[in-house]
């Protein structure tokens, strides 16, 4: 199970011990590209590992994905390949060793954009962790707060292990009960997962319904989306409509003080694999090769971690779960499910935070953003296995901030990492399918682990179960001194009582033997695997090596249940010849055909397709037909099997969900359930599938946008695209089959041509001066984008302006502002534009005319002054022009838009003395009929241009003038007067 979080820089992989190596090959010594240290800004790149920019820490052996992004480049080359790879891609591998991951993209012109993540593995040194106080211990309820267990179970475990942990007792058996599912009208389907729906679920006995409840169900599943049926969280009404008191749902309870409890929320997991195992790249024999199936393997999960005192949601009990649903694939069909208690829910009859003394608000996955930072250093690089941190953490995306230090129990912790190391579970990490609750009385914080549709259980036993000692040995040797006593400590006791224990073994057992679902000889594989890894750990903890490190005297036990290392081996290969025989052969002589191909475009929002919200997205259906061979049987991936390709306008592309295509089909009716990645088809039989694949349209808005896959945020730094407009057509290329075999390739076939157009869009303006005399012309233009090509124009505007053109020229007779609006219709689209800009004035006695000043004024160096003018033409100038008119003085300004008037500053620079004040046309100076090459007027008579003293200077309010020259302050108030 994936979270919907956004941890900032944190990652963790639990112990999940897989061999191989994560290649490196070649370095830099190989690789040119990565030789320069040169880097340029006008390009980018980006990778991330696990998601992280790093840097991150993980196990030896563990897989990790590498994905990039890079913008306007053209070459990519990463220290993974010899040669140039996708500009934007993941790729995925595992890791042995310290590596520095880097990538080097460069442009057409050749410059460089770089990053890298530093991956350290194993060795890499972990924050100082302050230590943790003793645990308080769990008391059991008082008699006045709950009854007394009516019944006794059956004892399965010695009684020395039901007295060092009483925290759970097994029932005598699961019966599987028997429900219907009433959706009232509303889907179920997996599109709509996180919508809360009314409904009623009834029990039914000898086919009359026995109870009833009146329930709210909802989608979840984020690995697990792909469940067929679905995942399902369900809450039972606690009132009627008159406020009385209603029967909560009554469920099984291995709480030591119940047989059977009454609960106000469940969550329904039906048989289903996690995501991850649908992959057809995925070798790790998940599941046993799928022979045991996830609803048994995580049953044993959560009842194995109760039963040795940790924190884990209580198995409910079992049903066979049928719908009544207007959805075809559900309505009238029954599927089992595997019903779980909430750790968050505190009106069952006896909560789960009371069940284990914790405070009932819990630290809870998906409402919470979190950065963690180490209580002794303060460093926040990364996540650390063991010791107390302290967590900064916003609610519900709020932007104020909070910090919690989680002060965590050691045994708790240790506990749940020797679980996940023995079912080999790989998708934990901080607040990521763990929760934390704080224990009555204390500072102290306890992990509620949960999600276990990932626990791996590989036929590979030896090869994950290896490093076990090592790996927690390099958890705690991170942790400064005074807290590696304690770890120490409380790992060698916790891990001798596990697997020294023969009652923990044999719980173990006793806790499959329970299964009640068929299991198809599921319970005798994971049976045997349960043996092997008991034996594997307790001869890691028995062994001198792990007395020495502990610091204690050796004191050995003899590893159980096997009574020697032959007949582990043996064991072994048992479990492996098992896992051999789930692998298909090669298959030979499968056909297929398909018999329609239809592409479509929608419109509007659409939640039901991944990233939804841009409004528009392609949707290609395929209705393909396999026949098996006639002396095998075909296997088709879960998962991922069908593959198409998307021929666009401008590129061609695989139809991926890293690309923002959503990929979707089911099982065909014609064939049974199956448990593990595939599906079965039958030798010589036939199976219809229908494809679906959806593609979400970039928004025309903007050139670039972000396409996400999956929840929001899905891929590590999204994925840049660009809108394409014209012809799209889909074909199916290939159908992957099971591990290692060769994919059916169909025969040649494509879907109908969709067109993608540009909307319409339109502009108007004038091609004319902003300022004309009457009588001249104007041209209005239209600009025109998108739609289909062809276009009618429809003008109007002021003074009867009208036309069918994409331009329309008039002529003006009157003064004033002039506009213009034009409406153009394309296919089905129509929209409008409306401009303006231009002004009309009456013509003026001459061309050109300086209306002030016109002769007599004085200007002081640094005063203000207006000038006004009439004059055709767009631009003008402004000189100073010599008093006898034959030469330049003294230019004012450049040209300046002809709109009458311009206030400027005299210039310190202008020489003083008498000038005539010169306004030019500049540019297009040709009126109506007319034709001069030059046009200007002077001011009738001449200005004076002076300089201010600053020894006695004069400022008269009002006039802007200022003089010390009394003669020549006179002369220019009275002319101003």
């Known amino acids: 199970m994936y979270t919907k979080l956004i941890l900032t820089k944190i990652i963790i992989l639990v112990p999940i011990f897989f061999v191989g190596v994560f290649s490196f090959a070649y370095a830099e010594s190989t690789d040119t590209l990565l030789q320069s240290e040169n880097i340029f800004d006008s390009i980018s790149v980006d990778i991330k590992i696990n998601g992280s920019d790093g840097p991150i820490e993980v196990e030896n052996g563990s897989r990790i994905v590498v994905s990039w992004i890079s913008e306007d480049t053209t070459r990519c080359r990463g220290v993974w390949s010899k040669s140039d790879i996708k500009l934007s891609g993941t790729i995925a591998g595992k890791i042995g060793k310290f590596a520095n991951i880097k990538i080097a993209c460069i442009d057409g012109e050749g410059n460089r954009a770089d990053d890298a993540v530093v991956v350290n593995v194993l060795n890499t040194s972990q924050p100082v962790i302050q230590s943790a106080p003793v645990v308080p211990s769990v008391q059991p309820p008082s008699q006045q707060s709950q009854p007394v267990r009516k019944s006794t179970p059956r004892t399965i475990a010695a009684p020395s292990v039901l007295d060092h942990q009483p925290g759970m007792v097994l029932p005598q058996n699961y019966p599987i009960r028997t429900l219907t599912l009433d959706t009232l009208g509303n889907t179920v389907q997996a599109t709509t997962y996180d919508i809360e729906k009314e409904g009623t679920l009834k029990e039914i006995s000898g086919g009359q319904a026995i109870k009833s409840w009146k329930i709210k169900y909802e989608k979840k599943g984020h690995a697990r989306f792909v469940c067929d049926p679905p995942v399902l969280n369900v809450s039972f009404d606690k009132k009627d409509s008159k406020g009385n008191k209603r029967e909560l749902f009554t469920g099984i309870s291995t709480y030591p003080w119940w047989t059977q409890m009454q609960y106000q929320k469940i969550r329904m997991i039906p048989l289903c694999e996690a995501e991850q195992y ?40 079992f049903a066979n779960v049928s719908f009544v649903s207007p959805d075809a694939q559900y309505n009238g069909k029954s599927f089992r499910y595997m019903l779980l208690q909430r750790d ?20 809870e996955d998906g409402k919470y953003n979190v950065s963690v930072t180490n209580l002794k250093t303060g460093d926040t690089g990364g996540y650390t296995l063991l010791g107390d941190l302290a967590y900064t ?32 579970d790989g998708d934990r990490s901080l607040l990521h399918n763990e929760d934390y609750g704080k224990v009555n009385g204390s500072d102290i914080w306890k992990t509620i682990t949960y999600g276990f549709d990932y626990n791996m259980y590989s036929c590979r036993t030896y090869d994950n179960l290896f490093s076990v000692k090592d790996n927690m040995e390099r958890y705690i040797n991170v942790l400064p001194q005074d807290q590696q006593k304690i770890y120490k400590d409380t790992y060698y006791r916790t891990a001798r009582a596990l697997f020294s224990d023969t009652g923990v073994l044999q719980r173990m057992h006793a806790i499959v033997d329970l299964f009640p679902f068929p299991d198809n000889g599921g319970k005798k594989i994971l049976n045997n695997y349960i043996d092997m890894a008991f034996y594997w750990m307790g001869s890691l903890y028995s062994s001198p090596e792990f007395a020495s490190y502990s610091g204690v005297s050796l004191n050995p036990f003899s590893p159980l249940p096997f009574s020697s ?122 199976a219809r599938f229908l494809v679906t694949f959806k593609y979400n349209l970039p928004p025309e808005k903007s050139d670039k946008t972000v396409v996400v896959d999956g929840e929001k945020g899905g891929i590590p730094g999204g994925i840049l695209v660009e809108r394409e407009f014209g012809k799209y057509v889909v074909s199916l290329k290939n159908i992957t089959l099971a591990s290692g075999v060769a994919p059916l390739v169909p025969p040649e076939n494509k879907t109908n041509t969709i ?44 003074d009867g302006l009208d036309g069918s053109a994409t331009t329309t020229v008039k002529s003006y007779t009157t003064s004033g502002a002039k506009t213009a609006t034009v409406v153009v219709v ?66 004012l300004t450049g040209a300046i838009l002809n709109d009458g008037e311009e206030i400027l500053k005299i210039p310190s620079d202008v020489p003083t003395g008498t000038y005539f004040l010169k306004v030019k046309c500049v540019g297009d100076c040709t009126p109506v009929g007319q034709n001069y090459t030059e046009l200007y007027n002077d001011s009738n008579a001449p200005i004076t241009v002076s300089a201010a003293s600053g020894n006695a200077e004069s400022n008269l309010a009002g006039t802007g003038i200022q003089s010390n020259n009394i003669l020549e302050f006179l002369r220019a108030f009275l002319w101003r007067r």
């Open 826 to 891: 394309s296919g089905s689209e129509s929209k409008s534009a409306s401009c303006g800009g231009v002004t009309v004035r009456s013509a003026p006695s001459s061309l050109i005319q300086v209306v002030a000043p016109n002769g007599g004024e004085v200007w002081l160096i640094g005063s203000t002054q207006t000038i006004k003018w009439v004059s055709v033409g767009t631009y003008v100038s402004i000189e100073l022009n010599s008093s006898d008119k034959t030469n330049f003085g003294y230019g």
């Open 755 to 798: 067109t993608i157009l540009k909307s319409l869009s339109v502009a108007c303006s004038a091609f004319s001066p902003s300022l004309i005399p009457t009588g001249r012309e104007v041209k209005w233009v239209a600009s025109v984008e998108g739609g289909t090509g062809s276009y009618a124009y429809s003008w109007s505007g002021t």
């Open 565 to 686: 290392t032959d007949a582990f081996i043996r064991a072994q290969e048992i479990l492996q010849e098992g896992c051999a025989r789930g692998i298909m052969p090669k298959e030979i002589g499968a056909k297929t055909e398909v018999s329609s191909a239809v592409l479509k475009l929608f419109s509007g929002n659409d939640d039901q397709v991944k990233g939804g919200g841009f409004g528009e997205y392609l949707q290609a259906d395929f209705s393909v037909t396999i026949t098996a061979p006639s002396n095998s049987a075909l296997s088709i991936s879960k998962l991922g099997a069908f593959i198409a390709q998307l021929i666009g306008p401008k590129t061609t592309q695989e139809l991926a969900s890293w690309n923002g295509w959503q990929k979707s089909y089911e099982r065909p009716p014609e064939l049974a359930e199956t448990v593990g990645p595939s599906w079965i088809i039958p030798a010589g039989k036939t």
């Open 278 to 317: 649908y992959n057809p790249s995925n070798n790790s024999y998940a599941g046993f090769g799928g022979k045991v199936d996830a609803q048994l393997r995580e049953y044993f999960t959560f009842l194995t971690l109760r039963s040795i005192g940790a924190p884990a949601v209580d198995i409910v009990g």
């Open 393 to 424: 953490w916003t609610k519900d995306n709020l932007p104020q901030s909070e910090q919690l230090v989680m002060r965590r129990d050691p045994e708790n912790v240790l506990k749940n990492l020797l679980i996940a190391a023995f079912v080999q």
């Open 344 to 363: 968050n829910e505190q009106d069952d009859e006896f909560p789960f935070t009371k069940q284990f003394n914790l405070e009932p608000t819990l630290i």
